[in-house]
T-cell receptor, first 113, second 117 residues
Framework: DSGVTQTPKHLITATGQRVTLRCSPR?????VYWYQQSLDQGLQFLIQ???????AKGNILERFSAQQFPDLHSELNLSSLELGDSALYFC????????????FGPGTRLTVL | AQSVTQLGSHVSVSEGALVLLRCNYS??????LFWYVQYPNQGLQLLLK??????LVKGINGFEAEFKKSETSFHLTKPSAHMSDAAEYFC???????????????FGQGTILTVHP
């Protein structure tokens, strides 16, 4: 158990819909990262937040957005969903924003029908 | 931009045999390097990391990796495979400091390790 929690574990929805994925980092960790894992793209970095502020952005679509709240939990919002958005979404946390060990949550499996 | 190449998407070994999973990186300066393992239906677990101390890094479950700057490699090895080692393994890189790559992990495509009895 990494100490990072993600909810829900599974999510099935239809094209065009909007969903919210939630992540709680390990106690004391200030940095949260979101990654997408799909068969064709592999593991891709989406976005990083550090202590409430956006720190780095990767290949995140404009339809996707994220935020980190004062209690340090984070949410990833995915809208206007397409079939190709079906993937495993991981959240990771680290103590700081520097190249530190990132601890991964169990992931949320999103299926878009 | 940094990148990681894992040679061989599938590796099969017999129980008790040597495990060798290959990883080569591309970076203008020596980066930080990581190996993660993913068991079916689970998240990623850190096996070991290289952050510029000793070039031979020991990790959990008997795994180790050696950073070779001249070869830009960070191969993962284990002397004797166990059935429980069957999983997917990811090599990852991140920048040391500054720049747009700072902090984020760039992953290789993964290597699925199969262990035969």
């Amino acid at each position: 158990d990494s100490g990072v929690t993600q909810t829900p574990k599974h999510l099935i929805t239809a094209t065009g819909q909007r969903v919210t994925l939630r992540c709680s980092p390990r106690s004391g960790d200030l940095s949260v990262y979101w990654y997408q894992q799909s068969l064709d793209q592999g593991l891709q970095f989406l976005i990083q937040y550090y202590n409430g502020e956006e720190r780095a952005k990767g290949n995140i679509l404009e339809r996707f957005s994220a935020q980190q709240f004062p209690d340090l939990h984070s949410e990833l919002n995915l809208s206007s969903l397409e079939l190709g958005d079906s993937a495993l979404y991981f959240c990771a946390s680290s103590a700081s924003g520097t190249p530190d060990t990132q601890y991964f949550g169990p992931g949320t499996r999103l299926t878009v029908l | 931009a940094q990148s990681v190449t894992q040679l061989g998407s599938h590796v099969s070994v017999s129980e008790g045999a040597l495990v060798l999973l290959r990883c080569n990186y591309s970076s203008s300066v020596p980066p930080y390097l990581f190996w993660y393992v993913q068991y079916p239906n689970q998240g990623l677990q850190l096996l070991l990391k290289y952050t510029s101390a000793a070039t031979l890094v020991k990790g959990i479950n008997g795994f180790e990796a050696e950073f070779k700057k001249s070869e830009t490699s960070f191969h993962l090895t284990k002397p004797s495979a166990h059935m429980s080692d069957a999983a997917e393994y990811f090599c990852a890189v991140t920048a040391r400091a500054g720049g747009t790559s700072y902090g984020k992990l760039t992953f290789g495509q993964g290597t699925i390790l199969t262990v035969h009895p």
